[in-house]
């Protein structure tokens, strides 16, 4: 039962464009809501998170947008550079689980 | 700062072995997490231990499956009689507030 769905494996954009991640989820109890990078062979590194009671949260060239009523959230790059080509998941939380996403493998293109 | 450390960071077993995976989280964090990845998979949550209290065990695949966290830090993951479907990424995360940071995993292989 796949809680937390990221329905595009994959994003090619090309350096110095906007890069739109997207993540939908069902549970309506999820009250906090995160990002994480991962480049292989390593760990996935927190990137930004969003609390329910929020809609939209930035830091730096990355901003998160929430929309509860329609159960989704998205991350905005802006501008994609090559260094953010990697894995990126969604992941979701009620208590202290996390649930997460499939990934989406971005890529920059010089 | 030191982050979560996980040991081996490759490990390949045959068929029916017991493993145990190492997890050293960051100091002072209070809550310990595991996690697999399986090829093309997002992570799956195996189970969570949280200071003094009873871990929360409801992710765990089978009871060939068991964790133990030992004086609130260090973590051990034991895999017992593996199967091929227990070849992954196992990932361990900590944290002190809700933002888990995570180790950077062991591959393991079973063959």
């Known amino acids: 039962d796949q809680q937390v769905k990221q329905n595009s494996p994959s994003l090619s954009v090309q350096e110095g464009r906007i890069s739109i991640l997207n993540c939908d989820y069902t549970?309506?109890?999820?009250?906090?809501f995160l990002w994480y990078k991962k480049y292989p062979a390593e760990g996935p590194t927190f990137l930004i998170s969003?609390?329910?009671?929020?809609d939209k949260n930035e830091d730096g060239r990355f901003t998160v947008f929430l929309n509860k009523s329609a159960k989704h959230l998205s991350l905005h790059i802006v501008p994609s550079q090559p260094g953010d080509s990697a894995v990126y998941f969604c992941?979701?939380?009620?208590?202290?689980?996390?649930?997460f996403g499939a990934g989406t493998t971005v890529t920059v293109r010089a | 700062g030191a982050g979560v450390s996980q040991s081996p960071s490759n490990k390949v077993t045959e068929k029916g072995k017991d493993v145990e995976l190492r997890c050293d989280p960051i100091?002072?964090?209070?809550?310990l997490y595991w996690y697999r990845q399986s090829l093309g998979q997002g992570l799956e949550f195996l189970i969570y231990?949280?200071?003094?209290?009873?871990?929360?065990k409801s992710g765990l695949p089978s009871d060939r499956f068991s964790a133990e966290r030992t004086g609130g830090s260090v973590s051990t993951l034991t895999i017992q009689r593996t199967q091929q479907e227990d070849s992954a990424v196992y990932l361990c995360?900590?944290?002190?507030?809700?933002?888990?940071?995570f180790g950077p995993g062991t591959r393991l292989t079973v063959t």
């Open positions: 995360a900590s944290s002190f507030v809700q933002e888990q940071y």
């Open positions: 992941a979701a939380s009620a208590d202290y689980k996390l649930s």
């Open positions: 969003i609390s329910s009671i929020k």
């Open positions: 100091s002072g964090h209070t809550a």
């Open positions: 549970n309506s109890m999820f009250d906090y």
């Open positions: 231990f949280q200071g003094n209290s009873a871990p929360d």
